[in-house]
């Protein structure tokens, strides 16, 4: 057992899992058609290898990556291309997106064969993971194989499993620990010996026993230790992950490798066993579909490009009108107007709103209650930030330190006065970052 | 909506409508926390101390709080209407002034007292800086300091308590009878003076003795203050560090001159001490943001009102001590602002 160390503030969000922790994981039929935006990853945007009216297979490489970090693009089923066009992405812009007409075999492709990982030299297993367009599928989207390639300079000796699920409502992650836990030990395994390291955690928040248990039990006489976390928003962001069960802190400005960290995802792990053991592209995820206007919430295996509006249908649609569609969870998710947009690698979870729960605040003017200070995980001084924004004051802003906000959203969650805290700390970010290029432009 | 029967089965699941979709940024939850509510629990932990008034004074330290608290509430709509902001009288602010200024008031005060006091917390202590949020001295306090300047003999003629022993009536009785002195005043005259002293402490801890309406009884503002400290509303760190700084500065005087100067017990328990530690200084807007700087504004409040009460002309200090640390707020904030996580790493390696 690792020691604990407990990150300063946070918050504890009424959690809402249990709509939909009891389901188990729902495989759905075939779609007619399935929409694949390209930009499914944080990075360059990836180059489409097929034309329209060409056929593919299941798996088969739709696009390349664009750049080192950047990630590849595969078919959720076979069939033909309909269209390379655009389609409406989660953040209510037009995204480029290649449309796949399934013929109903969803045949696979077979072009990626399975390698044995304790044999596999480390770069191919690299490559594989590049290969299989794996990214963290945590939320972010980041390019798997890039955190898995730390500069020499970087020696990496803890590699961390996110199972922690922090964000209320979401259960994907723990019906997939509860189901699939060989999968994902797999992976933590190919993860180990891709860094050579063999300190593996993985931090499961205390609220999903039943999870710890079946994972200390299939971990027993492996490397890998199971951490039981607090049950603390933001317990799964990645600074504060690391600190709880390593008690390192990565420096302001850092990544977790400079602390000697690996942080993954559950789910990217599943995906990362798959691609090596069975040659498996990363075109499907286990989305939870849930909200309390939602008829039957339950945790299905998506393929990617399967449209809000048919995952929806899938639950039997909603009993009453909700306030919001959600990607995400409640804390960080995207909210979107548009059924059309489709599901992405990073989709953990599909969330409806009803009108009750979605409170429209008109926001006033910061009291100095200090609740913000006392929530803060990165221990910001989020009120007094926020003010200094309104002022448009970035360089206070920037002096402090408002570039190491997470967007976590416990002080707008927290914050009496309804200030619009994230949305400031977000404009901060844009224009420092701004300011800082055109500094380094000029020179 | 029609649902006739040929619909297929497709058609009948009933998918959310776009047009009622709301869009807005994360996060999309909130703990349901607002300043209306905020406000109202520190109206409800004074409701002990002001029945104390009440009970000690009689009925006209009901109409001192009553009338203050109109005018405030009255003085907020106006000026939230010469401002041409939207009226803030909602959200309980202006009422939790008045009530703080009448508490801050003798129950002998006349009713133009009251209306110019509510007047100067409105317009002086807060409008004129922004509103709610922006001022930066406590508004009940900016008040009555104003007219502890301008009109002393109001603010220091004070009613004898309801039961009231013969031997506390006798130490702080004046000519009339009716008008009495504080304890605060009259203990540390008496031992100048080379008199004999008794402490009638269950009389401080209870109220029975002279004073504000709202500052007598400092058993009815502790149950006030737990309660906010229970609800994690003020910082336990501000009344803490603000008493234990009287207690032990009080002490330390009393040891070096123990016929002249009263027991640290006696500070602590007369005065305005208990109301301006656990709902003046601890005032939102007014005092520091993080736990440090709490501790440092409780200090300096103790160190002040110490001062102030051992060596001023003033029997009191608590008033003025917090809005000369209210001053100092912006400093302290400053100062002892919080290193984000993973700045501590930076400077090992350097």
Known sequence: MADQYYFRGGVHPAEGKKLSSGQAIQVPPLLESYVVPLMQHIGAPPKPVVKKGDTVLRGQLLAQPGGFISAAIHSPTSGTIKDIGVCMGPVGLETPAITIASDGDDTPDESLTPLNWHTASRDTLRERIAAAGIVGMGGAGFPANVKLTPPLEKPIDTVILNGVECEPFLTADHRLMLEQCDRIIQGALILGRILDVTDIFIGIEENKPDAIEVMRQKTAGTTITVAGLRVRYPQGAEKQLIYAVTGRKVPTGGLPMDVRCVVNNVATCAAVADAVNDGKALYERVTTITGTPVTTPGNWLLRVGTSVEEALKLVGGVKKDPAKLLLGGPMMGMSIYDLSVPVMKNTSGILLLASDEVEQFTSNACIRCGRCVDVCPMTLMPGSLSVAIENEAFDLAEAGFAMDCIECGACAYACPSHRPLVQHMRRAKAEITAARRAAAAKK | ?350
């Open chain 2, 1 to 350: 909506m029609d649902n006739d029967n040929t619909s297929s089965r497709e058609a009948a699941v009933h998918l959310p409508d776009m047009e009622k979709l709301v869009v807005s940024s994360s996060p999309h939850m909130h703990s349901g926390e607002d300043i209306t509510r905020v406000m109202l629990m520190v109206i409800l932990a004074l409701v002990p101390a002001c029945l104390c008034g009440i009970y000690f004074f009689g009925i006209g330290a009901l109409w001192v709080l009553l009338l203050c608290t109109a005018s405030c509430v009255g003085f907020e709509a106006f000026f939230c209407k010469l401002a041409h902001k939207p009226n803030t009288v909602p959200d309980l602010s202006a009422a939790l002034t008045g009530i703080l200024l009448g508490m801050n008031l003798s129950a002998s005060s006349p009713w133009w007292i009251c209306v110019l006091g509510a007047f100067i917390a409105m317009g002086l202590g807060k409008h004129i800086y922004g509103g709610l949020g922006y001022n930066p001295f406590n508004p009940a306090l900016v008040a009555r300091v104003a007219l502890l300047i301008a009109f002393p003999g109001h603010l220091t003629t004070w009613v004898a308590p309801r039961g009231a022993t013969a031997a506390g009536a006798a130490l702080t009785a004046a000519s009339d009878g009716v008008s009495t002195a504080t304890p605060l005043y009259a203990v540390p005259q008496a031992l100048q003076q080379g008199g004999e002293v008794t402490y009638e402490y269950m009389s401080y801890f209870l109220g029975r003795i002279g004073g504000c309406i709202g500052e007598t009884s400092a058993l009815a503002l502790l149950i006030g203050g737990l309660f906010l400290i229970a609800l994690k509303l003020i910082r336990w760190q501000v009344p803490v560090a603000f008493i234990g700084t009287v207690a032990g500065l009080t002490a330390l005087i009393q040891f070096v001159s123990p016929e002249t100067q009263p027991t640290p017990l006696f500070h602590m328990l007369t005065g305005g001490l208990f109301l301006g530690a656990f709902f003046m200084a601890t005032d939102m807007v007014t005092s520091p943001m993080t736990r440090r700087g709490a501790i440092v504004f409780g200090v300096g409040c103790g160190v002040i009102t110490t001062a102030i009460r051992a060596w001023g002309v003033y029997p009191e200090g608590v008033s003025f001590s917090i809005l000369f640390m209210n001053a100092l707020t912006p400093f302290i904030d400053r100062y002892s602002s919080r290193k984000p996580f993973g700045i501590a790493k930076r400077k090992d390696k350097k």
